[in-house]
């Protein structure tokens, strides 16, 4: 543990709830454990490039555990290898690594945490081929980091997911109505599908699986030949118009992944009305699902992410990102993480105690 003088913590892409249980493990860790120094990076990427770090004692990480967000910011656009210089946009994207890795070295840093999704994992992995000790720790609400079970953040949007189906309920109850809730996710379907089995959906859409809007008419009349004069459609934002593509909000070009994703619930409410008459509604819960306190399980996953992803830079152990496995947090190469995406399997447990429950996933 000894050689390692100074270590540096950035949080990257998407805000989720647990970053700051992260960022006060590391900090907590580094200077009580290891007496290590610890510095933070201000918005990701983007402060490594521009030499936005700061110290971060033991003192200025306390009473962040329960906070929603991030202490240090973020951004899902600062990738050192194609950066768009603020207010000077049209010049297109720049390769700063060399800039990056210079303000890692100005800094005396000896190592850098990299808390994020497969984006900022990615370019963490690139960073550390230029010559940065890397630690990587897997964070986002889609769940779709490749080797971890889990990442954190993922707990949380699934509850508010949980919540608003619980909400929306009584209002497609009362007005006899087809309720459609589009979740976040990008291209995988885990928020759907653990937030939409959690609330009792009664059809799930994810990228995963194909679906007929055949189907899942026919799944809504069901429930009505049954006496159900109402149905909750929990859609991911991820899943395609059969025969179309992607529906979007927004294109954002020095982005690692550049289409924003939004909408299709509203297609799919509009859909539903016109082919089964039923009055629809759809609602899209957006970056609701990012805010706020993290749950008790994900406060206790970045905490032990943020000290065993310290315990390895201390151990010199770098190229690598912490991960759970079963009931274990281990570490992985993040050559394996990077640039992949981890989907739903079709056949696996979740989907198949979901359709014993009588959910319809619109492919019967
Ligand atoms: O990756 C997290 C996520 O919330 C996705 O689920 C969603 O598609 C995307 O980020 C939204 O990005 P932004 O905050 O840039 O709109």
């Known amino acids: 543990m000894a050689q390692l003088k100074r270590v540096g913590v950035l949080t990257g892409g998407g805000d989720c709830p647990g970053l700051n249980a992260v960022i006060r493990a590391v900090v907590k860790t580094a200077t009580r454990d290891c007496g290590i120094e610890a510095y933070g990076v201000e918005d990701g990427y983007e402060g490594l490039v521009e030499d936005r770090i700061r110290p971060l004692s033991y003192d200025d990480v306390s009473g962040i555990l329960t906070a929603g967000g991030t202490v240090l910011g973020t951004s899902n656009r600062g990738s050192p290898f194609g950066y768009c210089e603020p207010g000077m946009e049209e010049q297109g994207p720049q390769d700063r690594a060399e800039s990056a890795v210079a303000n890692f070295r100005k800094a005396g840093l000896d190592a850098l945490v990299c808390i994020g999704g497969d984006g900022t994992l990615s370019v963490a992995h690139r960073l550390g081929q230029q010559g940065i000790p890397i630690v990587g720790v897997p964070k986002t609400i889609d769940n779709d980091v490749c080797e971890t079970d889990v990442t954190f953040g993922f707990d949380t949007a699934a509850q508010i997911v949980a919540d608003a189906v619980d909400r929306l309920h009584t209002t497609a109850q009362s007005h006899h109505r087809v309720m459609v809730i589009e979740t976040m996710g990008r291209y995988v379907g885990w928020l759907a599908l653990v937030g939409g089995i959690a609330g009792g ?3 799930i859409l994810i990228p995963e699986i194909p679906y007929s809007l055949q189907s899942v008419c026919e799944a809504v009349r069901e429930r009505g030949r049954r006496g159900r004069r109402f149905s909750i459609v929990v859609i991911s934002e991820g899943v395609r118009p059969p025969g179309g ?3 979007a909000r927004q294109r954002v070009e020095e982005s690692h992944e550049q289409l924003r994703l939004g909408g299709v619930g509203v297609w799919l409410a509009r859909t539903i009305e016109e082919m089964t008459g039923i009055e629809s509604r759809a609602a899209v819960l957006g970056h609701l699902q990012r805010g706020g306190t993290p749950t008790a399980r994900d406060r206790v996953l970045a905490t032990q992410f943020g000290r065993e992803a310290m315990a390895a830079a201390a151990r010199g152990e770098f190229g690598v990102m912490v991960a759970l496995k079963g009931n274990q947090i281990t ?4 050559e394996k993480v990077a640039e992949c995406r981890r989907p739903v399997d079709p056949e696996c447990q979740l989907v198949r105690a979901a359709r014993s429950v009588g ?6």
């Open 331 to 334: 570490s992985v190469p993040l």
């Open 245 to 247: 593509d992607y529906v």
């Open 359 to 364: 959910t319809s996933f619109g492919d019967d």
């Open 201 to 203: 959906g009664d059809i």
